[in-house]
């Protein structure tokens, strides 16, 4: 839907003031800009604004540290407790946005909801019209879901959103997600001097499983790494199915997490890739060797193998594509000496090396 083409039910632009960098929001910033609604880059002129004039919905941008976020939030909340307080939050964000909104359960939360950006400002005048509307569960944050009138339509909306970032037999991101995720994680990493891992692997193999046992076996050879590439990973960490019996993990720099520049955090003498990914990534390695897979019988105990190539920002690529490029091609030399093993990019001299 393009802006010009917003229905009359939809909440006036004039009633909604943004807040922070909208070029992060919005897919049609330059469009906004041209829109009756008020557009304030920092959060110190924001609150001033949002004091002085009457606003039904605050979208806020995210940015920045959570305990500043949240103090911003709490001046604008007091200077005018009746609009609607709306984060607008990348990919990655999402898990701070959760906490934001999550404190709203107890009442007086720092903000009512959250939408997933990039987006198109139709979308979220679609969103916070409900919201405003005061419907139950109008936006229920995860994703920006929108509930509809009609409980049918609310339930396909759903439906139809999980299938589009969610992989459906196990419950992974999808190769549309991981590919998003990572532009904006990498973005970030440009702004902030972070660091980015991508994991990509695949089963050794796989074709043996569905010939001799069967395509449900083969579904189930994929559910249980997926299962457990969940369990070994961090929880910031994303985890996603890109094809077939392909999956991939994108290792981030957690802005919460205390513990980036500890020992437990610093860089291999050996490698660019901090050593917390590479011993995530070898110790699922070796539980994946060991696990048991009921649908194979007594010959299903240690016969499920991955091979995996590691790639990291900056030193292997600045770029998505350059990354998963990179990983790529480590996971085929891991295969061509002899499976069950992961290799990296960045070894000595530049060279893909063998995590051990």
Not at 162 to 174: C, I, S, Y
Not at 177 to 201: D, P
Request: hydrophobic share 40%; proline share 3%; aromatic share 6%.
């Amino acid at each position: 839907m393009r802006t010009s083409d917003l229905c009359a039910d939809n909440i006036d632009s004039r009633e909604i003031l943004l807040t922070g960098d909208i070029e992060r929001a919005f897919l049609d910033a330059d469009a906004v800009r041209g829109l009756p609604c008020k557009i304030i880059p920092n959060m110190l002129e924001a609150i001033d604004t949002a004091g002085r004039g009457r606003f039904t919905v605050i979208a806020v941008v995210m940015s920045g540290s959570l305990a500043r976020l949240s103090s911003g939030l709490k001046a604008l909340r007091d200077v005018n407790s009746g609009a609607k307080i709306v984060l607008l939050a990348q990919m990655y964000e999402e898990p701070a946005a959760m906490q934001l909104v999550g404190s709203n359960l107890n009442g007086g939360g720092l903000a009512d909801d959250y939408l997933i950006c990039p987006m198109h400002f139709s979308y979220l005048l679609f969103c916070v019209s409900y919201l405003v509307r005061g419907l139950p569960g109008a936006l229920e944050g995860v994703a920006g879901r929108v509930t509809a009138v009609d409980e049918r339509l609310k339930l396909k909306l759903e439906a139809l959103e999980r299938l589009a970032v969610t992989d459906e037999l196990t419950g992974l991101k999808n190769r549309r997600y991981i590919w998003e995720f990572s532009r904006q994680i990498i973005e970030r990493a440009k702004k902030e001097n972070g660091r980015v891992t991508v994991l990509i692997f695949d089963i050794d193999d796989f074709k043996h499983y569905n010939d001799v046992y069967g395509h449900s076996a083969g579904d189930e050879v994929l559910i249980q790494a997926a299962l457990l590439m969940n369990r070994c990973c961090r929880g910031h960490d994303v985890v996603g199915r890109i094809g077939g019996d392909e999956f991939a993990v994108v290792f981030w720099d957690d802005p919460q997490r205390k513990t980036v520049g500890s020992t437990a955090e610093r860089r291999s003498t050996t490698t660019d890739h901090p050593k917390e990914v590479l011993f995530i990534a070898e110790r699922f390695r070796k539980e994946l060797e060991g696990t048991e897979l009921r649908s194979l019988g007594p010959e299903g105990r240690g016969v499920l193998t991955i091979s995996g190539g590691l790639a990291g920002f900056p030193d292997d690529g600045s770029t998505t594509q350059q990354l998963f490029q990179q990983a790529d091609r480590a996971l085929l030399e891991a295969k061509r000496s002899g499976k069950n093993r992961i290799y990296l990019v960045g070894g000595p001299e530049g060279d893909i090396a063998d995590i051990e």
